[in-house]
């Protein structure tokens, strides 16, 4: 059983930083594609950021310069730097993966992190 676990949310100030960390476990070959998803209260969920195998990144406008996506593939763990964060931000943030299970390749969701940018 493959599950991915989130943490690091919580409630930071306008202007402040967040690092959320989403850690693979369970029994499986390898980890392929990641992203990071959010979702705000009322609103249909968004990619926030991207990174392939190959460590090629890609943003949303609204992220460039503020976000950072990273991985560590020895500890099966991506990570989403978040700095300079506002009120827009506020959202319950979700990791995704692609993971190589036995033969096939299958995506995989966090739990869910609830990140909230307040004064």
């Known amino acids: 059983q493959v599950q991915l676990v989130e943490s690091g949310g919580g409630l930071v100030q306008p202007g402040g930083s967040l690092r959320l960390s989403c850690v693979a476990s369970g029994s499986f070959f390898s980890i392929g594609g990641t992203a990071w998803y959010r979702q705000g209260a009322g609103k249909e969920r968004e990619v926030v950021a991207g990174l392939t195998s190959g460590g090629n990144t890609n943003y949303a406008n609204f992220v460039k310069g503020r976000f950072t996506i990273s991985r560590d593939n020895a500890k099966n763990t991506v990570y989403l730097q978040m700095n300079n964060l506002n009120v827009n931000d506020t959202a319950i943030y979700y990791c995704?993966?692609?993971?190589?299970?036995?033969?096939?390749?299958?995506?995989?969701w966090g739990q869910g992190a609830q990140v909230t940018v307040s004064s």
């Open positions: 995704n993966a692609v993971i190589r299970v036995g033969v096939g390749w299958y995506p995989y």
